[in-house]
């Protein structure tokens, strides 16, 4: 039963990461405005104002947040998305 | 300088006195140039294309191998088409009105968003706030910073007006 249990835990870690395993990352910059960058979350990502938001007060307060997950491809073409609207954005191999 | 909402549209509408759309038509063509121009090391160019990867030099060099070009193409053209929309005559005094929608008026931001990294670069705006190390030789780089902050402010509440 214990062995079951931890067996079924350790498979259900190995498939959240193996799903998401990539993250776009946002780094603040004391550069772009506030306004500038919930709008860019809104408009390239389609977050709702209120995801948008958080994300940008997360990116302000802390110093950077994840702003996607998933393949590693996806992210990098995030990452150039940003890049583009000019913002900084690195691609990270999310921690296990 | 006036931004303001179009009649019956989407997008902004921006009244710029030749002085500033001078101004602004002249700094377009210095960010088209950096762009063109601008050394591998300059640190400004650093700031309009970041490295992809923190941890990992080898992806970052083949992400920029992938990417760079079409940035650069893309961040030239919003520059271009602001220098273009700015162009005044010599002696020409009067006012500049430009009518952007949406797609435009993102050309504008972004446009606005990599004048000021670079003017952050050459005037070493560093930390938030941070007025030390202030030269006379800065001043009007600054002054240019302070204004493209406000002409992008100015857009995004007609753009994307909260309710506060």
Do not use: C
Not at chain 1, 8 to 34: G, K, S
Not at chain 1, 39 to 62: D, I, K
Not at chain 2, 7 to 28: D, Q
Not at chain 2, 143 to 148: F, K, Q, S, T
């Amino acid at each position: 039963m214990t062995a079951t249990l931890e067996q079924h835990d350790t498979a259900t870690t190995t498939n959240v990461v193996a799903e998401e395993p990539w993250r776009t990352i946002v780094w603040d910059d004391p550069v772009n405005l506030m306004t500038y960058v919930s709008y860019v979350f809104r408009s390239y990502f389609g977050y709702p104002r209120e995801e948008a938001e958080r994300l940008m007060l997360r990116v302000h307060t802390e110093g950077r947040a994840v702003v996607a997950t998933g393949n590693r491809e996806a992210m990098e073409r995030h990452v150039q998305a940003m890049h583009g609207y000019g913002l900084q954005a690195t691609v990270s191999r999310a921690e296990t | 300088m006036i931004v303001a909402g179009r009649s019956g549209g989407e997008g902004v509408r921006i009244v710029l006195e030749a002085e500033e759309a001078m101004l602004l038509s002249e700094l377009a063509d210095q960010v088209d140039s950096v762009l063109l121009l601008g050394e591998a090391d300059d640190p400004a160019l650093g700031r309009l294309l970041p490295n992809a990867y923190t941890d990992d030099a080898s992806s970052s060099r083949e992400f920029a191998r992938y990417t760079r070009d079409s940035l650069v193409d893309g961040k030239r053209q919003a520059a271009q088409r602001v220098r273009d929309a700015t162009a005044v005559e010599d002696g020409d005094d009067t006012v500049v009105q430009i009518e952007l929608d949406q797609s435009e008026a993102w050309g504008w931001l972004t446009f606005l968003t990599d004048l000021r990294l670079i003017l952050a670069e050459r005037v070493g705006i560093i930390e938030e706030g941070d007025d030390a190390a202030d030269e006379t030789r800065d001043d009007y780089l600054r002054a240019a910073y302070e204004w493209a902050g406000f002409v992008q402010g100015s857009m995004l509440e007609v753009l994307d007006p909260t309710d506060s």
